[in-house]
């Protein structure tokens, strides 16, 4: 079993930054991949962000590349999203999620990951 919980997010306008958190308990955190999704109303849980189990390899939606970055600390059992110049279509609730068994091809399928945080909201002011 792994518990994410998800800090950090509020409101923010348009070209500024957030970090958000994610603090996981319950086994071993470098033997976890991490990924970060976001969810706006009225439509699907999207792909955001994945992590390593190291560290070494990260992977990241088209919309975020070169604005997010996905990092983690195995000694604090935490893995960071690092967000700048947001933009109103980055509203959304974002959560991180858990793959035990690692990262795969299909690592943008919400499917694949095992265990979810409760989710914390982001807004972006224009």
């Known amino acids: 079993q792994v518990q994410p919980v998800e800090s950090g997010g509020g409101l923010v306008q348009a070209g500024g930054s957030l970090r958000l958190s994610c603090a996981a308990s319950?086994?071993?955190?470098?033997?976890?991949?991490m990924g970060w999704f976001r969810q706006a109303p009225g439509k699907e849980r999207e792909f955001v962000a994945a992590?390593?189990?190291?560290?070494?390899?990260?992977y990241y939606a088209d919309s975020v590349k070169g604005r997010f970055t996905i990092s983690r600390d195995n000694a604090k059992n935490t893995v960071y999203l690092q967000m700048n110049s947001l933009k109103p279509e980055d509203t959304a609730v974002y959560y991180c999620?858990?793959?035990?068994?690692?990262?795969?091809?299909?690592?943008?399928?919400?499917?694949?990951?095992?265990?979810w945080g409760q989710g914390t909201q982001v807004t972006v002011s224009s």
């Open positions: 319950g086994r071993t955190f470098s033997s976890i991949a």
């Open positions: 999620a858990a793959n035990p068994s690692g990262l795969s091809s299909d690592y943008v399928d919400p499917i694949r990951y095992d265990y």
């Open positions: 992590i390593t189990r190291s560290g070494r390899n990260t």
